[in-house]
């Protein structure tokens, strides 16, 4: 069964950068939505951008878009989150999750289809 999971979370300065990776096992499908969440203490968890791997198109929460730039490789085998200009509000466990579709198109930020998650890496920015 697909299994996912994150690294490269850590703690940095206002300003600076972080790159999450979130590394797919067990895919059966060569075609996916892949996206990256996450989630702050005491709040919701938010969409923050997502691809489809037969696309290869992108979409981006208003939150992130300009600053974060999503990409993956190997037909979602691994999947990336550039963070630059990290403010404190970017504070959270960020999460990658998946769900397998079978045409191209771009992907949801919504919770609700995604059915493969991994467990989360931790970004703290202080400033």
């Known amino acids: 069964q697909v299994q996912l999971m994150e690294s490269g979370g850590g703690s940095v300065q206002a300003g600076g950068s972080l790159r999450l990776s979130c590394r797919a096992s067990g895919l059966t499908s060569s075609r996916h939505c892949l996206a990256w969440f996450r989630q702050g203490p005491g709040k919701e968890r938010e969409g923050l951008a997502t691809?489809?791997?037969?696309?290869?198109?992108?979409a981006y929460a208003d939150s992130v878009r300009g600053r974060f730039t999503m990409s993956q490789d190997n037909a979602g085998a691994m999947m990336y989150l550039q963070m630059n200009s990290l403010k404190p509000e970017d504070t959270a466990a960020y999460y990658c999750?998946?769900?397998?579709?079978?045409?191209?198109?771009?992907?949801?930020?919504?919770?609700?289809?995604?059915?493969?998650w991994g467990q989360g890496t931790l970004v703290t920015v202080s400033s």
């Open positions: 999750a998946s769900f397998d579709v079978y045409s191209s198109g771009i992907c949801t930020l919504k919770n609700e289809p995604y059915n493969y």
């Open positions: 691809i489809n791997t037969n696309a290869d198109e992108t």
